[in-house]
C-alpha cells in the first residue's frame, strides 16, 4: 500500500514486522531495548550515543518500571499515543507533531534496533520487511475502535487462545491477559503503571472522558472482536 502524506496534528496507526516474518523480539531483554528505544529516539536531537549504547547491549538500558525512564528535557518529534509489540511485529499509534517527525522517528528506530539486534545476535542484514506501513485514521469510528484493536492484539499469542471468539475463551481470562501483558500501553491507559514516560496519553483519555471509561469501552469490545473489526479492517493494516 502506497504510505500517505503525512500531516501535522494529524494520527497515523503503523506497523512493520520482520522480514520473512521473523521474530524480531526473542527474549524480554529485546523488548525492554525497543521500549528505551521509543522513549529515546522520540527526540529531535540525533542519537550520538548510539555506537556506545549498541556496543555496551548486555548492560540494561534501564531499570524496567513504572519510574521515568529519563529525566533530560527532549523535544519530541511525534506523540505516541499507543504502542503494543509482538514476537514479529510491533503496532504503534502516533501523532504527527513535527514536519518529518514521523519519517525521523521511524528511521532512527528502524536502523537503531536493526544494530543492535544484529550485533547481539551475531547477524547481518536487514531485520524489517521493507519499509514501515502507515495509514492515517480520518473518521470517527477509526479512533473508536483502532486503540482497542492494537492493544488487544497480543491476545493472538495467549496460549490459551484458540483465534476464535469461544466459551472456552472468556472474556476475564483475555483480560487478565492483557493487564499483565508487558509490552504495550495498555496497562498505563486502564490506570496501571508500565511504561507512562513512553506515551502521551492525554488526547486519547480526554476522548475516552479518563480511564475509567478507557477501561469500559475496551472491555465492550473485548466482547465482541470479530464485528468490532470489520469497522476499523481498512487501517488495521496486518
Known amino acids: 500500500m502506497a504510505r500517505p502524506t503525512f500531516i501535522k496534528d494529524k494520527i497515523y496507526h503503523i506497523y512493520n514486522r520482520g522480514v520473512e516474518k521473523r521474530q524480531i523480539f526473542m527474549e524480554n531483554s529485546n523488548y525492554s531495548r525497543f521500549v528505551h528505544d521509543l522513549f529515546k529516539f522520540n527526540d529531535e536531537s540525533p542519537a550520538l550515543n548510539l555506537d556506545r549504547s549498541i556496543r555496551s547491549i548486555k548492560s540494561p538500558m534501564f531499570e524496567i518500571g513504572s519510574r521515568t525512564l529519563d529525566k533530560k528535557p527532549r523535544k519530541l518529534l511525534v506523540k505516541i499515543l499507543i504502542f503494543t509489540l509482538m514476537p514479529n511485529h510491533f503496532h504503534l499509534l502516533v501523532q504527527e507533531i513535527k514536519k518529518n517527525g514521523i519519517s525521523r522517528f521511524m528511521q ?3 536502523i537503531g534496533y536493526t ?4 550485533q547481539k545476535y551475531e547477524r547481518s542484514g536487514v531485520l524489517f520487511q521493507g519499509k514501515f506501513k502507515a495509514v492515517m485514521l480520518e473518521d470517527h469510528a477509526h479512533l473508536l475502535y483502532i486503540p482497542h484493536y492494537i492493544h488487544t492484539n497480543p491476545l493472538k499469542i495467549r496460549p490459551q487462545d ?77
Open 108 to 110: 532512527k528506530i528502524g
Open 162 to 238: 484458540t483465534k476464535t471468539e469461544t466459551v472456552r475463551d472468556p472474556i476475564s481470562n483475555s483480560w487478565e491477559f492483557l493487564e499483565n501483558y508487558r509490552w504495550s500501553s495498555f496497562a498505563d491507559y486502564i490506570g496501571k503503571k508500565n511504561f507512562p514516560s513512553v506515551t502521551q496519553r492525554e488526547f486519547l483519555l480526554d476522548f475516552w472522558g479518563g480511564e475509567a471509561k478507557y477501561k469500559k469501552a475496551a472491555k465492550e469490545w473485548l466482547k465482541d472482536r470479530k464485528n468490532n473489526f470489520e469497522k476499523i479492517k481498512d487501517v488495521a493494516l496486518d
Open 115 to 118: 544494530m543492535y539486534f544484529n
